[in-house]
């Protein structure tokens, strides 16, 4: 038995259960995918589930487990994706004798009470370029617990004898880039291409996006004129100002691997949330 709020195996006696929450946790981890825990934390007067029942929601809304099924669990569910976008957690009542439809609805004459935890997973950095600087970031990023996706155009430079650690490698251009990759909040981004050119065709294709971290490789007359050009073509100063240019750590980095080692060190300072 499926639908979309429940789901279940059937065992060799031919008896129903629930999937082991923590064991698809486990499997979700181990495929990077993001999940959010749902837990009763409490209740009061007659609700569908007790509390400690607990439910994982996927960022597509699919479904493993289930807080009671009807309108309540419907709402907790948008709740969840709500916060795997924000990255944040939740505690929140809902009114399951809620007669004048001010909440769910629904008249069985209790409350009941979430906590929603989004699970924090690897932060994933999407390198785009493959060439000297892509090579040594992507595995010093790696080293520090950043899974990592190239997104080049050239097949020579991209591919797994190179980046055997990528989680995926993406044969694409960068006017492909918004049709193709579908980024998250917490995802990191760091534009170290072959050329000026693509560089800005890049970071023009993904400045708009809801992401954590934008980098982009330049050097500070270079820097100047990208963001000048970029206020010609409408990106407002807020956008613009999101931007970590030249990219990585004043560290007077002068070698790809000296300069991949200051893209580390920035993107370790934003997952940690230190001040830049």
Known sequence: MEHSSYKDVTNVKGENKMYDIYEK??????????????TIVATKGSTPRDGGTKMLVCADGTVYGTIGGSAVEAIVIEEAKECLKKG?????????????????GMICGGKM??????????????????????????????QVGFNYTIIEDREAFA????????????????DQVTAKINFLSSDYIAIVTRSHEMDYRVLTSVLNKKVKYIGLIASKVKKKQIFAQLKQD???????????????LDIKAETPEEIAIS??????????????
Do not use: M
């Open 25 to 38: 946790l486990q499997q979700f981890h181990r495929q990077n995918k993001q999940t959010a825990l749902v």
């Open 113 to 142: 009470e979430f906590f929603i935890e989004p699970i924090n997973l690897a932060p994933h950095l999407y390198i785009f370029g493959a060439g000297h600087v892509a090579l040594p970031l992507a595995r010093f990023a790696f």
């Open 88 to 104: 944040s957690c939740k505690k929140i009542w809902h009114d399951l004798d809620d007669h004048g439809k001010e909440d769910t």
């Open 234 to 248: 409408g990106f407002s100063q807020k956008t613009i100002s999101q931007i970590h240019s030249p990219i990585g």
């Open 263 to 276: 893209i580390v060190a920035e993107l370790i300072q934003v997952k940690n949330n230190h001040k830049l």
């Open 159 to 174: 591919n797994k004898e190179r980046f055997p650690d990528a989680k995926d490698i993406i044969i694409i251009t960068a």
